[in-house]
C-alpha cells in the first residue's frame, strides 16, 4: 500500500498569506494525485487532479504541482472560506489518503 | 447537476450489519464507478473499496476484505455498500463519491453527503 505522509499537520496563517502544504508518497505515482479541500460537518470537495489540473469551478489560488513523490498545494493569497482541512490522494495504485493538513486562522 | 444522495443516519449493535445507499443522478450511471471512503469522528479520511457501475468489478482495502461488499443497480443507478460484523471503531461518516467506471484509483468527485453509522 502506497503510503502519504502529508507536513505540516496545521498551518497557522492570516488571510491574505500564501498557503504551501507538501505529501510526500512512500513510491512513484507518477502524476496520479488529487487535492481535497473538506470544511467542518461537510463532505470533500475535489480541487486538484492530475497533479496540476483545477477540478471545475476551483478559483486560480488554488494551484499543485510535483510528480513522482513530492507534491505541493498552494494557496496564493488566503481568502477566509479557505480555512479547512486539505488532504491528499494517490490513485497510482488502488487509493490512499494523506492524513491532512488543517489550515487554521493565525 | 450531477448528484450522489446517500441514505439517512443508522445506529447498529456491535455484531450487526450496515447497509448504506448511494443514489446517482445527472450522469449515465454505468459509466462511472462508486468508490467509498470513511471517517472516523476527528479523524482523516479512510478509502473502503471500489466498485464499477459498467461491470461490476470490485476491489476493497485489505483491511475491510471479507467484511464488505459493494454492489450497483444499474437500473434504479443506486450504489450500496454493507458492513458486516460491525465494532465500536465502525463508527464513522460513510462516503460514496464517483470514480471511474475501469480501476479503483482515479479522482473522485463529486461526492455524498455522508452517512453517519453509529455503532453502540
Known amino acids: 500500500e502506497i503510503v502519504l505522509t502529508q507536513s505540516p499537520g496545521t498551518l497557522s496563517l492570516s488571510p491574505g498569506e500564501r498557503a504551501t502544504l507538501s505529501c510526500r508518497a512512500s513510491q512513484s505515482v507518477s502524476s496520479y494525485l488529487a487535492w481535497y479541500q473538506q470544511k467542518p460537518g461537510q463532505a470533500p470537495r475535489l480541487l486538484i487532479h492530475g497533479a496540476s489540473s483545477r477540478a471545475t469551478g476551483i478559483p486560480d489560488r488554488f494551484s499543485g504541482s510535483g510528480s513522482g513523490t513530492d507534491f505541493t498545494l498552494t494557496i496564493s493569497r488566503l481568502e477566509p472560506e479557505d480555512f479547512a482541512v486539505y488532504y491528499c490522494q494517490q490513485y497510482g495504485s488502488s487509493a490512499t489518503f494523506g492524513q491532512g493538513t488543517k489550515v487554521e486562522i493565525k | 447537476q450531477i448528484q450522489l444522495v446517500q441514505s439517512g443516519a443508522q445506529v447498529k449493535k456491535p455484531g450487526a450489519s450496515v447497509k448504506v445507499s448511494c443514489k446517482a443522478t445527472g450522469y449515465t450511471f454505468s459509466n462511472y464507478g462508486i468508490t467509498w471512503v470513511r471517517q472516523a469522528p476527528g479523524q482523516g479520511l479512510e478509502w473502503m473499496g471500489w466498485?464499477?457501475?459498467?461491470?461490476?468489478?470490485?476491489r476493497s482495502a485489505q483491511k475491510f476484505q471479507g467484511r464488505v461488499t459493494m454492489t450497483a443497480d444499474t437500473s434504479t443507478s443506486i450504489a450500496y455498500m454493507e458492513l458486516r460484523s460491525l465494532r465500536s471503531d465502525d463508527t464513522a461518516v460513510y462516503y460514496c463519491?464517483?470514480?471511474?467506471?475501469?480501476?479503483?484509483?482515479?479522482?473522485?468527485?463529486?461526492w455524498g453527503q455522508g452517512t453517519l453509522v453509529t455503532v453502540s
Open positions: 463519491a464517483r470514480g471511474s467506471m475501469a480501476a479503483p484509483g482515479w479522482k473522485f468527485d463529486p
Open positions: 466498485i464499477s457501475a459498467y461491470n461490476g468489478n470490485t
